[in-house]
């Protein structure tokens, strides 16, 4: 050892008490001369705030709640509140530069001594918005409560909008995401057809299947990612190309064959994915043929999408032109009983928009057995909804 070192190893030994102090009083200072939590912008404390989440940049929490149901005593039922909304598509033009889509609130009822539901509807609300893609505006798809928030979806544009109220306590969009197609790196907003809540995120995907020309070719596989958005509103990107896959493959519809989804939803109580398929088809994509590919099944599967299941809705036979669009799982029926929205696009397949005719069609079925609780029930005969959810609008 060196006499340098040997002396400063020793001055350390006999000062050590002083050096502490020192190192404690410099550290002090520069936590003091640093800048407070309580000098800072008071938006980005917040976000310090496990409690406090800005979704989308959105300063205000989310104020709605998923309905619970309220009990009659005097005629033994319960009622929850609900609400639909539309995806007009072309029509939902409103003027020259305004776009708009309907909410439709109302009661499902479901009789405690015999099982079955009612539903009612109320009065419309139409939402407006400015924004569009190409001219097409406020086509949405699906209606999901999460963290509060109402939120939809535009399957033009890839727009999240959240409902909210305004100091009139009118609904109002707010646009809080554009989500653009297939791994993001593109220009065409997300075809978003459903949403769901799993583990705390908001999981949101398109129709799941292969884009093709006229002649059957695959022009890509964009509508076969979706997108996950966490409380922040993080955004992750999946190729679900293999779940999609192994899903169609299960009923026996491998490709050219496709299935189309609208409807997905996560079983928290169950465990298991849910897919309720509007198209069914075992030969190749046609636009006319495709109007009457109505699908009357639903497909379940685990996590690991291993252990798929299939359950035959018992719905009447039809010309097929019904799909189902939407559905949401029934308050307290431990995801056994759901509401499902099933629409109908006749003669939309070409370029006279004259013919066209859409209407939506509203029933509950048990999960489990495909029984139907609420045989379906006529919601518009000149509008086709893709969203439902349990929630008060009002």
């Known amino acids: 050892m060196s006499p ?20 404690f009083l410099f550290l002090l200072l520069l936590r003091t ?36 149901g309220v009990k009659d005593k005097t005629s033994k039922s319960t009622s929850f509140k609900i609400a639909a909304v539309a995806d007009l598509d072309k029509r939902s033009k409103k003027g020259e530069k305004e776009w708009y889509s309907v909410l439709l609130p109302g009661v499902l009822t479901r009789a405690s001594i015999t099982g079955g539901y009612d539903v009612v509807w109320e009065e419309e609300v139409v939402i407006t918005t400015k924004h569009n893609e190409g001219g097409r505006g406020m086509e949405l798809s699906e209606l999901t409560v999460y963290d509060g928030r109402l ?32 791994d993001g790196d593109t220009d065409k907003g997300m075809k978003v057809e459903w949403s769901t809540v799993k ?28 997108v996950v958005l966490d409380h922040w509103g993080h955004v992750k990107r999946y190729d679900w190309t293999d779940i999609y896959n192994e899903v169609r493959a299960s009923v026996g519809c491998e ?51 291993r252990d798929i299941k299939t359950v035959q809705i018992n719905v009447p036979k039809s010309d097929g032109l019904r799909g189902f669009s939407t559905f949401a799982f029934v308050p307290g029926t431990r995801d056994q009983h759901a509401i499902a929205l099933r629409s109908v696009e006749e003669e939309c397949a070409g370029e006279d928009e004259s ?19 609420m045989q379906e029930r006529l919601v518009s005969e000149n509008m086709k909804f893709e969203g439902v959810e349990f929630v008060d609008v009002h």
């Open 255 to 305: 490709s050219p064959g496709y299935l189309v989804h609208e409807a997905v939803l996560w079983s928290e109580v169950k465990k298991r994915w849910m897919f309720l398929p509007r198209r069914m088809s075992k030969t190749a994509y046609d636009d006319v043929e495709d109007e009457r590919k109505g699908s009357n099944i639903l497909i379940t599967s685990d996590p690991t999408f």
């Open 33 to 68: 001369s640093s800048p407070s939590s309580s000098s800072l912008d008071p938006s980005l404390t917040s976000l310090r705030g496990e409690s406090y989440k800005q979704f989308g940049g959105a300063l205000r929490q989310g104020t709605f709640k998923s309905s619970t």
């Open 355 to 373: 013919r066209c005719r859409q209407r939506t069609y509203a029933m509950v079925f048990d999960t489990d057995s495909g029984e139907v609780m």
């Open 151 to 182: 939120l939809s979806f535009g399957d033009r544009t890839g727009i999240v909008f959240e409902f909210v109220k305004d100091k009139l306590g009118q609904l109002i969009s707010v646009p809080r995401f554009i989500l653009t197609e297939g």
């Open 199 to 226: 583990d705390g995120n908001l999981y949101i995907g398109s129709f799941g299947k292969e884009f093709t020309n006229q002649d059957g070719d695959v022009v890509n596989r964009n509508n076969m990612w979706i």
């Open 4 to 23: 340098q070192f040997a002396h400063l190893t020793l001055y350390l030994r006999r000062n050590s008490r002083t050096l502490s102090l020192f190192i």
